[in-house]
């Protein structure tokens, strides 16, 4: 991935600042040397985003990390555990579930798959 952005803003009377970094400029100095951070946001960055494709960027964070994120203190254990029950379950995710129909109960109170990718969305910014 790719991001470049200029800009110059020029004041007579105020000192000149030093340019900010934008947000995808800043996740890709975080990303650099992480394989697996690479990888998350290499996935984040195609518009394609099913329950398979999520749980992948979700397994890549974990991987960077070396354990859950609940763990790492991004989220509630709770909020992990609704996203991949709703993930692996086909009653809930439909024809994008990681796995069979009946293979697993859905959780009571299962994720849209927008509220799925503001969570990813959330982890990605804050890992």
């Given amino acids: ?26 996740l890709l100095r975080r990303a650099t040397g992480s394989p697996h951070l690479e990888m998350a946001l290499s996935l984040w960055a195609d518009q394609m985003r099913s329950w398979p494709r999520l749980y992948r960027i ?8 070396g354990r ?3 763990a790492a203190g991004l989220c509630p254990a709770n909020q992990r555990e609704r996203f991949t029950r709703t993930a692996n379950t086909a009653e809930v995710s439909g024809p994008d579930a990681r796995h069979a129909t009946g293979k ?7 994720m849209s798959l927008r509220e799925a990718n503001e969570f990813i969305g959330h982890m990605l910014l804050n890992v």
């Fill in 1 to 26: 991935m790719r991001s470049k952005v200029n800009a110059v803003l020029a004041s007579v009377s105020a000192p000149q600042q030093k340019p900010q970094r934008t947000q995808a400029q800043e």
């Fill in 58 to 65: 979700l397994e890549e964070i974990e991987q960077h990390l």
């Fill in 68 to 70: 859950h994120i609940d």
């Fill in 104 to 110: 697993f109960v859905a959780p009571g109170n299962p």
